[in-house]
């Protein structure tokens, strides 16, 4: 087992400054953090002379893969060091990288959760994005080029909702001050990440808003994602990327249903909760679920309706205490 | 007239310390920006020793009106200084405000459209938001407590769409996070101004996207807002504000169209494009309206569907040049 071997971001750097022939790895299902980190790492470490590139990840979607342009790693490339971004355990290898499971030669992530695999860890807890701590690091490499300041920018803003969750904190906006600063258009990035949806998106959330049902005076909604409308809209996957969080938009909705069907007799059951109300973990457990005070989700065997009373049942019965 | 004197930030916090008896007005259909600075504005010089107050604007909606509560100027308050925030023209002065036309003793502005109609104006017109230049005046003030913090919060990050827009700076960015460690909470914030919608104005963008028409192979996006979909939802204006920039956000549309029907045989035409690719201005004109390039909007007399085929025909003339 790799010792736990927390580096500084200072030491981060130096250890890389000292290495060569880098490979960067990224996890499954990869989101705006991993990829802005990987790419701007991977500019930086050539920026400083290095060879360095980003093993390709097959998931990654169209929205991401600009970033990596150029930077992925070619057919039969024998890295010497291997780094870990964002990748806080074993088990978010993608198939790809499993080859490297025991080869890590630094982790650089903010999860609290980070599993110490590597032989080298830089983690930060506090920080909202993996990319706050790449600024850190990268700046001590050298010079930061507008195109690295977009990728840790990317990195940042995609990772806090855009400075709206509250993961933010003032140095999540002095981070992406100084990278503003480094010369990039900011405002491409920012429409593309938060003010872009699919059209099968919008269709299905119309859709979702058509069949809401609202109870207890409006703080508690329901919406129902049915085989049928993906279907008929023929949405993928990407269209209906986190919408669970589509109900919980609505003004005065403390308690967010999102009732999906998998497959005819089984849903899949989100629930948002305002946990000073009610804790969302309690009412999935009592339907074989689980998961976090406000944020919890249960697999339920049955019709969508059937799905239905279980769970308001659940809701009424965690009520009751 | 008014001579016009332009304050620096440092000036205007003196000229507020010397004076006292303040009445601070916002503008009509007030936005964060005008009732965040008015609020922070109030309570810093409250902080300060002073007697101040804000005038009511009988526009505010629900989502402003909190902010102010427990400032407002009671019946006959008579001001020694009048202060006028975020408000660029006389005519943007409420009707009940209309008695300060003349009298304004400071304008404190980041329009560039400013008018100059008070007696001292103190401009930045390189700041996003009101707020971001009200901050450095009320630092100079004393301590900023979390009320006054959220207050001018509230005025920084709705004028920027939450650090989306293309006006939000670096500098606007370190003002958030100074502001953030006044020790308010800005997470409610944040989810009360930016994650939030009516139900009804869910009901009303799914039957836009519903109706949508996309033509050029995705690049123009056509939807209609018709009296009979208003009344069905039971919507008011403020569920259709800011209506016209549903259509913007659908992936790879350049050109968006949105048509509202006033009266049956009138339309309110909004044209958002690409202005690389398109003038949108140009082609209101030739509807008999105008605008900006990526930005403008006409009255066009005639069903939907003939508004419709006027927009396209105008597109057509325009792209031909």
């Not at 309690?282 to 049955?302: D, K, N």
């Amino acid at each position: 087992m790799a010792e736990r071997n927390n580096m500084t971001a200072l030491e981060a750097a130096e250890f890389l400054k000292a290495h060569d022939g880098y490979l960067i790895l990224t996890h499954v299902r990869p989101d705006g953090d991993t990829i802005g980190c990987a790419a701007g790492l991977c500019r930086a470490l050539r920026q400083a002379g290095k060879e360095a590139y980003v093993l390709e990840n097959p998931e990654a979607t169209s929205l991401f893969t600009p970033y990596l342009e150029g930077l992925l790693s070619p057919q039969g490339y024998e890295p010497d060091t291997v780094v870990a971004v964002d990748m806080a355990a074993r088990g978010l290898f993608p198939e790809n990288a499993k080859q490297y499971l025991e080869g890590v030669d630094l982790t650089i992530d903010h999860h609290p959760s980070q599993e110490f695999y590597a032989q080298n860890t830089c983690l930060d807890a506090g920080r909202a994005a993996c990319g706050e701590l790449m600024y850190d690091i990268v700046q001590l490499l050298g010079g930061i080029t507008p195109e690295i300041g977009e990728a840790l920018y990317v990195a940042v803003s995609t990772d806090c909702g855009c400075f709206v969750y509250s993961n933010t904190t003032p140095a999540t906006h002095r981070v992406a001050a100084q990278l503003m600063e480094t010369g990039f258009d900011p405002y491409p990035v920012n429409r593309r990440h938060f003010r872009t949806k699919s059209f099968k998106r919008l269709k299905i959330e119309g859709m979702l808003a058509a069949g809401m049902e609202l109870r207890d005076n409006g703080q508690t909604a329901l919406v129902f994602l049915t085989l049928d409308m993906l279907r008929e809209v023929g949405a993928e996957e990407r269209d209906i990327d986190d919408i669970s969080a589509f109900v919980g938009q609505v003004e005065g909705v403390k308690n967010g249903i999102t009732l999906r069907e998998l497959r005819p007799g089984e849903c899949k059951l989100s629930l948002r909760t305002d946990p000073g109300d009610l804790n969302a973990s309690a009412v999935c457990a009592l339907l074989g679920g689980g998961g976090h005070a406000a944020a919890a989700g249960a697999t339920i065997e049955g019709t969508m309706m059937e799905a239905r009373q279980a769970v308001l049942e659940a809701m009424e019965t965690v009520r009751k205490g």
